[in-house]
């Protein structure tokens, strides 16, 4: 084991012995009868209702790849949305491995290079990044004025937001560039980097170049603006969900669930974000700390402690896991194996073949990856 091998597990390892000392401040302060009390309160017609809603948001995503691959291949919509369960269920079961899942899925039930397909997943995240950025940003300029927020706080939003605009501007720039000359960019940075890393400039070089083709699935404009409505339309369903969740909460109970309106959803959603990308190696919670530190923060939103914690919890469960049942259900009638998917999609993706001498058992689930529906 090298040394900077151990320095970054002893830098996990302390900062997990603070986060265990910390949360056991808290919790040991923590008033269970009324978390439980809470808790056991909710709607199921609103949970009914916010599940309802994820699921279509994975029907609006089968959508989304079906117009990138209109290009290359006409599928019916019915066989892109079971690959968005099953993937979305691998990552939720498995963790960040199991991001891949859904390009490799539809790369071979398609018959089409997974390369392809991994440059259109990275595509798909751009269009996320900046749907969400676009609503955001309408939110914090146009209707966070009708929310009651310290100036502090206000100021700061709006600098945010400001900063947000520019950051997708400059992917949309980026983006220009590439898909006009991706070779000749890919080309410049692995001349810049050659100097420093050959490997690296090679590496980057070769995601920029792919990049560049999963670009070229937007054909023309009318393309593009279909691809920009299912975003905005996906990340505006989400936040339904969120609101859909937080006023399942009895009202008497928890008034200031109840106070939580599509404006200020939108800030709790960036919070989630936001902490979905400080997640600590195999251990996760960023997301569900950050949605549950913005509620029961009192500069923000002051949300009683337990009533957060039980709406971060309910949150997680109806967003990223009630895709699992159906996920299963999908796999499970294809013959397919989560953990091999998993491995299979994380090879090179030139070294993935579309048939491999294999025991009888994996033939028959690598055939079935051509009959999902």
Not at 133 to 148: E, N, S, T
Not at 186 to 206: D, N, P, Q, Y
């Amino acid at each position: 084991m090298t040394k900077k091998r151990i320095f970054l597990l002893a830098m996990v390892f302390l900062i997990l012995g603070m986060l265990v000392y910390l949360q056991f401040r808290t919790w040991s302060r923590f008033d269970w009868p009324t978390f439980l009390r809470v808790t056991g309160g909710i709607s199921s017609a609103h949970l009914g209702a916010a599940i309802a809603i994820v699921y279509l948001t994975y029907v609006l995503r089968g959508l989304r790849w079906q117009i990138f691959l209109r290009p290359v291949a006409r599928p019916r919509l019915a066989r892109m949305v079971p690959p968005q369960f099953i993937g979305f269920a691998g990552l939720a079961l498995l963790g960040r491995p199991g991001e891949f899942i859904r390009p490799y899925l539809i790369a071979k039930r398609e018959n089409l290079p997974v390369s392809s397909q991994l440059a259109v997943w990275t595509v798909e995240r751009i269009f996320d990044i900046g749907a969400f950025a676009v609503l955001m940003a309408i939110d914090v300029f146009f209707f966070l004025g009708r929310v009651p927020l310290p100036n502090q706080v206000r100021s700061r939003l709006q600098i945010g937001g400001g900063i947000l605009i520019a950051l997708v501007a400059l992917m949309g720039v980026t983006a220009w560039a590439v898909k006009r000359n991706s070779k000749g960019v890919s080309e410049w940075l692995e001349a810049v980097l050659g100097r420093i890393s050959g490997k690296l400039a090679r590496s980057l070089g070769h995601r920029i170049h792919a990049f560049g083709e999963g670009l070229n699935t937007i054909h023309d404009g009318s393309a593009f603006l279909q691809l920009a409505g299912v975003s905005l339309g996906i990340w505006f369903l989400i936040a339904v969900t969120y609101r859909e969740v937080l006023h399942a909460y009895p009202m008497l109970q928890a008034p200031a669930l109840h106070a939580m309106n599509l404006p200020r959803v939108l800030l709790l959603i960036g919070a989630s974000m936001i902490g979905s990308m400080l997640q600590l190696p195999a251990v996760g919670g960023g997301s569900q700390l950050a949605t549950i530190s913005v509620m029961s923060s009192p500069a923000i939103f002051g949300i009683p402690q337990e009533q957060a914690v039980s709406a971060g919890m309910m949150l997680w469960i109806v967003t990223f896991f009630t895709c699992v049942p159906v996920g299963l259900f999908f796999s499970h009638h294809a013959r397919l194996s989560l953990r091999k998917l998993t491995v299979d999609s994380h090879r090179e993706p030139d070294q993935v073949p579309l048939q491999t001498p294999m025991q009888t058992s994996d033939l028959r689930e690598r055939k079935q990856l051509t009959s999902v529906d």
